[in-house]
């Protein structure tokens, strides 16, 4: 049965791509004009399989979500934890450098604020102990963003491309990475650089996920002030938005500065954060 009070991200909708792989500043992003568009929110899965929010009948197309309905007062924050081997490697090289930002974590801790977290494998497994406190706290829900940030669709900025039949496996593995955790597990999915097409869709067909981008795109990534992150968001902010921020400090190192104002900016404007799975019903 179709929930037809979940918008879904139209074609033409204007995003902002998650940073890339080199780190650099990358112009907004478009759903690819080949993609499938689906016309409708996410689809309830069988009784025996419908355990965890975001669920869909595997074997059947993903339905693409960009906002929530838009009645109500209820907004979902979402924050991407990307890395990719490259952000690895300069891990490497430097050691001061993070890509974790435990600021944002403690505001939303100390401000009872609740969130959603799309986790990639590669992420999980360099801030474990990070994963775990995102994991142990019961307002925070834990979502897959793959497992080294790759283009599922070509060009994707400069985000080195998937090969196609890598795509399935890739997706699952990380459901397994983030799954020993715990907490509040979710089968929703967000493509890396918002970039996808059909064939990227059909691929995830077996895992029985709904995919999840945003219709406010914070720009957070490679941003050189707090202020325009803040604009950002509370002007395109209206009920049932979907924000998509990050909590990759070394890159989007203002997100923790925003942060506070955009709360503030959601209270004053009588909109309240919820997790994605109360955004949608």
């Not at 992420?123 to 497992?147: C, K, M, S």
Request: glycine share 8%; with cysteine; aromatic share 6%.
């Amino acid at each position: 049965m179709r929930n037809p009070g979940i918008f879904v991200l139209a074609a033409g909708l204007l995003l902002t791509a998650c940073t890339s792989s080199s780190g650099a500043s990358q112009p907004a992003a478009r759903p690819s004009s080949d993609a499938v568009v689906v016309t409708a929110g996410p689809v309830t899965a069988e009784p025996s399989s419908a355990v965890l929010p975001g669920a869909t009948r595997p074997g059947s197309v993903p339905p693409v979500v960009g906002n929530g309905p838009r009645i109500g007062n209820r907004v979902a924050l979402t924050f991407d934890a990307d890395m990719t081997d490259t952000m690895l490697r300069r891990m490497a090289a430097d050691p001061t450098l993070s890509f974790a930002n435990r600021k944002v974590i403690d505001i939303l801790e100390r401000t009872g604020t609740p969130a959603t977290f799309f986790l990639t494998g590669e992420w999980v497994e360099a801030y474990p102990d990070v994963t775990r406190r995102l994991a142990g706290n019961p307002a925070f829900e834990l979502a897959n963003h793959t497992y080294r940030h790759q283009a599922f669709k070509s060009p994707c900025y400069s985000l080195p491309p998937i090969a196609p039949a890598q795509m399935t496996e890739d997706v699952a593995h990380t459901f397994d990475v983030i799954a020993p955790y715990g907490g509040r597990q979710t089968r929703y999915f967000r493509f890396p650089g918002l970039c996808y097409d059909d064939a990227a869709l059909r691929a995830l067909a077996p895992l029985g996920v709904t995919v999840v981008q945003g219709d406010v795109v914070s720009g957070d990534p490679n941003a050189t002030a707090a202020q325009p992150i803040v604009h950002a968001v509370l002007t395109g902010v209206r009920p049932g938005s979907i924000v998509v921020m990050h909590i990759t400090e070394a890159n989007a190192r203002f997100t923790d500065e925003a942060l506070q104002p955009i709360l503030d900016g959601l209270r004053a404007r009588g909109l309240r954060p919820v997790p994605l799975s109360d955004l949608f019903r």
